[in-house]
Structures are given as structure tokens and as C-alpha cells.
């Protein structure tokens, strides 16, 4: 009988083990990573498609069933590569793909709002935002009270449309003013109710400042958060926004103290995570970087 047993003992794990794989996959499949592990990541979390900008920009069908294969099902736009909004809405449409937010040139902020909000309404955004200000170098505290302008009109505007307008931190903002940084004064120049914060992990760091002590100082401006991890060796304590991109490395695999960031941001009260990765090695760094929030306890 022992014999007898011990067959039906293991048939019965192989089961449990083949059930808990399709279960598995078809968590993936929803692009539900918010694995609920105690003191672990709970996301969402979704993928900044200018990740994959050099597979969009050659077979942009072909890439977004990529995206969708990794297990992901939410994005955040950078643009539409050659398509118009309506045509790119289907493209995501039919890959399963949906898009949270989307970042926008400065420029189009400032001299064409109105478009800004219709694509926005087109791609039926939650937040719409900008990345970059262009400006001469240093950045200097005239550039940014005029961000701050072109950020609060932009945030009125797409208010009214039920839209989130946000800016992505990218290190240039962290050069002293007066005791703290222009970041501190974009911070307290922007209004709260129309203006909100993504941080951009390694550009903060690259810039010489935590991330942790940023989350706790400013809490729930911060809505958004771009996930990123620096090669070993990177030099930081520089405000160029600007590094080799090679220096992105797969989630874990770098230097950024990422539980604690992932943990201050969920205390502050971080409401979407993006996976940016600006890497060649792009495509195989995203699955190893799913596979580390599965995973990380914080």
C-alpha cells in the first residue's frame, strides 16, 4: 500500500504544481503583478513604451504583442510613432495594452495645449505630463518659475478634462537655490491640486539625492514612479539629466537601494509604477525586472 500511496501523493503534487503554473500564467496574462506578499510589491505596475522606442519605430504591431507577451497590460505613452493618436489607440487596443499615461514635449504644453488635451481624451488617459524642459545650461531659477507657469496652466487645463497633469523628475531640477534646489521651488510654485510629481528613480539618483528622503518630504505629490536601477560604477552627484544608456540595468542588478525606495514610495502614497528601461538590452531586461517585483520584500 505504501507504494500505492506514495504514487497518488505524487500525482497529486504534479497537479498542484501544474495548477499553481496556470495560475501563474494567467496572472501574467492580466498583467496583474501586485503578487500580495506580506511586505512586498503590490504595484500596479506598467511599461513606459519608449523602452521599446527602437522596436516601436520598425514594427509597431509586432512590439506591442511583445510588451503584452511580457505579462504587461498597462503603459504609459511617449509618443505615437508615425501613427495618429486615434490610429495608435487601436494598435494598443488590439495588442490588450492600456494606457495610464503619457508624456508630452514641453513645448506642446506650452505653444498647443489644446491638442495635448484631446490626445489625451483620445488615449482616455488618467495623467498626462512632460519630461524634459528644454533650456540652457545651468538650469537656472528664471527657466524654472516659467516651467512652473507652463505646468499650471497645463494642470488647469487638463483638470477640467479629468486629467492628472504631472512632471518627470530628470536631475537638472536638484542644483542649489537659496538653501535647497529649483526642484524645491517647482515644487512650491506648482499648485497641488492640478499639479502632481513622477519620480524618476535613477535621475534622481544620478543627481546626488534619495529617493526615500524625497517621498517623505513631499509624500503624495509624488502620484507616479518611474522604476529604474544604474549600473555599478555610474557616476552621480550630477545635474546633466543626461548618462550612457547602457547604464540602465535590469531591476536588482545595480546600485539604487530599491526596497527602500518601493517602500517610501508606497508610504507616501505612489498610485502607478513604469518600468523605464532605456537600455539596447531593453527587451531582456524587463522580464528579469517583472520577475524582481515578484519577488522583493520591503
Not at 503624495?220 to 543626461?242: Q, V
Request: glycine share 10%.
Amino acid at each position: 500500500m505504501n507504494h500505492v500511496r506514495h504514487a497518488l501523493m505524487s500525482s497529486r503534487s504534479v497537479v498542484l504544481v501544474v495548477c499553481a503554473l496556470l495560475c501563474s500564467t494567467v496572472t501574467r496574462a492580466q498583467g496583474q503583478h501586485e503578487v500580495d506578499q506580506g511586505n512586498g510589491f503590490k504595484g500596479p505596475v506598467g511599461l513606459q513604451l519608449y523602452s521599446m522606442r527602437g522596436q516601436l519605430a520598425k514594427d509597431i504591431p509586432g512590439t506591442l504583442g511583445r510588451v503584452h507577451d511580457f505579462g504587461i497590460t498597462y503603459v504609459e505613452l511617449a509618443g505615437t510613432y508615425g501613427m495618429s493618436p486615434e490610429e495608435f489607440k487601436g494598435q494598443l487596443d488590439a495588442a490588450g495594452l492600456t494606457p495610464v499615461s503619457g508624456h508630452f514635449s514641453y513645448e506642446q504644453l506650452r505653444d498647443h495645449l489644446g491638442d495635448v488635451v484631446r490626445e489625451a481624451k483620445t488615449f482616455a488617459l488618467r495623467y498626462a505630463g512632460c519630461a524634459w524642459i528644454p533650456r540652457h545650461e545651468p538650469f537656472d531659477e528664471e527657466a524654472c518659475r516659467e516651467a512652473a507657469s507652463v505646468f499650471n496652466r497645463a494642470g488647469a487645463a487638463l483638470a477640467a478634462e479629468g486629467v492628472k497633469f504631472f512632471y518627470h523628475t530628470h536631475g537638472y531640477e536638484f542644483r542649489p537655490l537659496k538653501g535647497g534646489t529649483m526642484f524645491d521651488l517647482l515644487m512650491s510654485e506648482t499648485n497641488p491640486d492640478s499639479v502632481c510629481f513622477e519620480m524618476d528613480i535613477f535621475w534622481v539618483v544620478h543627481a546626488g539625492q534619495d529617493p526615500v528622503k524625497l517621498f517623505e518630504r513631499y509624500g503624495s505629490r509624488f502620484a507616479l514612479m518611474h522604476l529604474k536601477d544604474m549600473r555599478k560604477g555610474t557616476p552621480t552627484g550630477l545635474f546633466t539629466g543626461s548618462s550612457d544608456v547602457n547604464n540602465d540595468v535590469s531591476l536588482g542588478a545595480g546600485t539604487i537601494n530599491l526596497p527602500s525606495a518601493l517602500k517610501a514610495a508606497r508610504t507616501a502614497g505612489v498610485k502607478w509604477y513604469f518600468i523605464e528601461d532605456e537600455s539596447p538590452a531593453s527587451a531582456d531586461q524587463i522580464p528579469k525586472s517583472l520577475q524582481y517585483l515578484e519577488h522583493v520584500k520591503f
